[in-house]
């Protein structure tokens, strides 16, 4: 219990720089949707409520695509890069400011969109990744971390997604490394759950999903959010250049 106690804590501590309240931000958010949900419709409503720049999205389907060309995601989230794909394969990226996408990660087992965007508080790469699950072929999913393990960020960049790893997974540490920080570390939460959602006889028990910064950003701030019909909570990272 001791040896637990000691582990956890480090997690536990807000590691946040004094920032000025009129620094410059961006904020992205990421959702699994789960590729058979039933509300996706709900959803659209819920991720058109965010104020955020970014919003980028796992397990992005066909007939999700067609059910959100129908909400106002569109109108507000003028700029996307879309990889729509059956089952838990696809996955897309919309921004409120222009972005250029970059080259793909194409090792990993589900699409993976690589971006820079071009926000206010300056151009920032952003990553939007899936791994596979290890419950289903666990070899090709540590195959995907160790893939992604290797990918040098240029400058600042978030890799956001659902990575199918907790941070008690030696794999996910070895991905992060040096290179990169996870969010809610940073800001004390590294104890909090994203999955499984809706499942009355079995709380969220891990973090799944993760949004990891290199050094040139300060982590300002990490929530999440209810995504309707997914399994998955959402997540939201507010980031600013590093002082």
């Given at each position: 219990?001791?040896?637990?106690?000691?582990?956890?804590?480090?997690?536990?501590?807000?590691?946040?720089?004094?920032?000025?309240?009129?620094?410059?931000?961006?904020?992205?958010?990421?959702?699994?949707?789960?590729?058979?949900?039933?509300?996706?419709?709900?959803?659209?409503?819920?991720?058109?409520?965010?104020?955020?720049?970014?919003?980028?999205?796992?397990?992005?389907?066909?007939?999700?695509?067609?059910?959100?060309?129908?909400?106002?995601?569109?109108?507000?989230?003028?700029?996307?890069?879309?990889?729509?794909?059956?089952?838990?394969?696809g996955t897309a990226l919309f921004s409120r400011h222009p972005l250029d996408e970059r080259a793909t990660i194409a090792d990993t087992r589900h699409?993976?969109?690589?971006?820079?965007?071009?926000?206010?508080?300056?151009?920032?790469?952003?990553?939007?990744?899936?791994?596979?699950?290890?419950?289903?072929?666990?070899?090709?999913?540590?195959?995907?971390?160790?893939?992604?393990?290797?990918?040098?960020?240029?400058?600042?960049?978030?890799?956001?997604?659902?990575?199918?790893?907790?941070?008690?997974?030696?794999?996910?540490?070895?991905?992060?490394?040096?290179?990169?920080?996870?969010?809610?570390?940073?800001?004390?939460?590294?104890?909090?759950?994203?999955?499984?959602?809706?499942?009355?006889?079995?709380?969220?028990?891990?973090?799944?999903?993760?949004?990891?910064?290199?050094?040139?950003?300060?982590?300002?701030?990490?929530?999440?959010?209810?995504?309707?019909?997914?399994?998955?909570?959402?997540?939201?990272?507010?980031?600013?250049?590093?002082?």
């Open positions: 219990a001791g040896a637990g106690v000691a582990m956890a804590r480090p997690l536990t501590r807000d590691r946040r720089r004094p920032r000025r309240p009129d620094a410059p931000v961006t904020t992205i958010a990421h959702a699994n949707l789960l590729y058979d949900n039933r509300r996706i419709d709900d959803a659209a409503v819920a991720l058109s409520a965010l104020d955020v720049d970014v919003l980028t999205f796992s397990e992005y389907t066909p007939a999700h695509a067609a059910n959100l060309a129908s909400s106002p995601l569109l109108a507000a989230w003028t700029h996307r890069i879309e990889r729509p794909a059956e089952l838990a394969s699409h993976t969109v690589v971006a820079d965007v071009h926000a206010p508080a300056g151009t920032l790469r952003v990553a939007v990744i899936h791994t596979q699950s290890p419950m289903v072929r666990h070899a090709r999913w540590a195959a995907d971390l160790a893939y992604l393990a290797r990918v040098e960020p240029e400058g600042p960049a978030v890799m956001i997604g659902d990575f199918n790893a907790g941070w008690w997974h030696p794999e996910l540490r070895r991905l992060m490394g040096r290179r990169w920080r996870d969010a809610h570390h940073v800001v004390g939460r590294g104890l909090s759950a994203s999955w499984p959602i809706g499942h009355w006889l079995l709380p969220p028990f891990v973090r799944l999903d993760h949004a990891l910064v290199t050094a040139e950003l300060d982590v300002v701030a990490v929530a999440d959010f209810y995504v309707p019909g997914s399994d998955h909570r959402g997540v939201i990272v507010t980031v600013g250049p590093a002082r």
